[in-house]
């Protein structure tokens, strides 16, 4: 117990010393290993780039694009609580991936947009689109439009579930889009869920979901803002806004194709962060 009191006054310390100055994060740079061959850390309190590889290269983001679909959704007022049946138009034609959400079922748009978030569910987001007005081509446009008015100048949308390869951003564009998602409270708390159980009355079944982010299914990290995707054209991807050292993190990973890559960077860019600060404070002794 005193050993722990001792360590976090420490680290309040460093923090409290380390943010009366500019931290030069370049200066440790050879310590930092990024696998993923695109990325991003961004201070959102300070505005600051930490680190940035290839950022600026655009790339296939596969479900990441959910972000975008969970704010056009929000932003259109809709009744969340409004049943919307799930139909062929909602199957996948583009991979053929699955899903548990048979033909047929009825579930309120507020848990298509938890099933969406939480288990990445491709059938959930498509059949959000289509419930909107004009239906799915109305819903991507209404996406696109939502891209310029962040700002995201080299991000566009085809399709609400990320899996067709034209949905296309960078890294800075896409913490852009965790900051605006960052904004609005429901997203906050479904994109961060660990679990969700959905019950389909007509069906008469229930469905268990998991998150599809390790760190948050964990519970060991403060994470504020998820999402993970994949298709092949994309690799396997991550976004989150998280807290290290005090402070809000943004990270994106990009192109990834280990199993665990996206991840063990996210780890590794914290232990950095963390080490950096202590670094900085002896320094400055």
Not at 8 to 37: E, G, R, W
């Amino acid at each position: 117990m005193l050993k722990n009191l001792v360590f976090a006054t420490f680290i309040f310390f460093i923090q409290n010393v380390v943010h009366a100055q500019q931290l030069d994060y370049s200066k440790y740079y050879s310590q930092l290993t990024v696998k993923s061959p695109k990325a991003i850390i961004y201070d959102a309190e300070s505005g600051d780039i930490i680190y940035q590889k290839k950022a600026n290269e655009k790339s296939s983001i596969a479900s990441l694009t959910k972000l975008m679909t969970a704010m056009v959704l929000i932003d259109s007022k809709l009744d969340l609580d409004k049943k919307v049946t799930i139909t062929k138009s909602d199957f996948d034609k583009i991979k053929g991936t699955s899903s548990r959400l048979w033909l047929g079922s009825e579930l309120s748009r507020k848990e298509l947009l938890s099933i969406a978030l939480i288990a990445s569910d491709n059938r959930a987001a498509s059949a959000i689109s289509n419930s909107y007005p004009g239906g799915k081509k109305a819903f991507v446009q209404a996406m696109n439009v939502k891209a310029k008015q962040l700002g995201m100048d080299d991000t566009s949308f085809a399709d609400p579930t990320g899996l067709d390869k034209n949905n296309i951003s960078t890294a800075i564009d896409l913490v852009k889009m965790t900051q605006a998602a960052h904004q609005y409270p429901l997203i906050r708390e479904l994109s961060t869920s660990s679990y969700y159980e959905a019950h389909i009355k007509n069906k008469k079944i229930k469905l268990n979901y998991n998150n599809t982010n390790l760190l948050v299914r964990q519970g060991l990290w403060d994470i504020d803002i998820s999402k993970t995707g994949y298709i092949r054209e994309a690799g396997k991807c991550l976004i989150m806004q998280t807290t290290v050292m005090d402070k809000p993190i943004i990270m994106v990973f990009l192109k990834s194709y280990g199993k665990y890559t996206r991840t063990a960077d996210a780890k590794r860019v914290r232990k950095w962060l963390e080490s950096v600060h202590v670094q900085a404070n002896l320094a400055s002794n």
